[in-house]
Nanobody, 125 residues
Framework: QVQLVESGGGLVQAGGSLRLSCAVSARTFSSKAMGWFRQAPGQEREFVAAISWTGVNTNYADSVRGRFTISRDNAKNTVYLQMNSLKPEDTAVYYC??????????????????WGQGTQVTVSS
């Protein structure tokens, strides 16, 4: 069983920064690609970023590219999402997810098998 626990969400003003963390309880963490998704009220869950098991390859949604950075520390079984230049439209619940395979993932939620409970990010204007 794989458990994912997100942390680091909160309330921030537009232009500010937050760093989300996702702690993963899995012996196989270092061999699993990971991703971040978000879901705003009344909207579908959308892809934010993904990272391969090595951390070398990354993938970003156009809406966050250049502002957000995904990274991982396999020694700590943790994946991060550094969010800079936040905008009100970034307000959502953010989820981390583990991918079914090791290569960097794409935007489809169906590529991912385990999900965290989410952490709320609210950006005020």
């Amino acid at each position: 069983q794989v458990q994912l626990v997100e942390s680091g969400g909160g309330l921030v003003q537009a232009g500010g920064s937050l760093r989300l963390s996702c702690a993963v309880s899995a012996r196989t963490f270092s061999s699993k690609a990971m991703g971040w998704f978000r879901q705003a009220p009344g909207q579908e869950r959308e892809f934010v970023a993904a990272i391969s098991w090595t951390g070398v390859n990354t993938n970003y949604a156009d809406s966050v590219r250049g502002r957000f950075t995904i990274s991982r520390d396999n020694a700590k079984n943790t994946v991060y999402l550094q969010m800079n230049s936040l905008k009100p439209e970034d307000t959502a619940v953010y989820y981390c997810a583990s991918r079914r395979s090791a290569g960097v993932g794409g935007p489809s939620p169906y590529e991912y098998d385990y999900w965290g409970q989410g952490t709320q990010v609210t950006v005020s204007s």
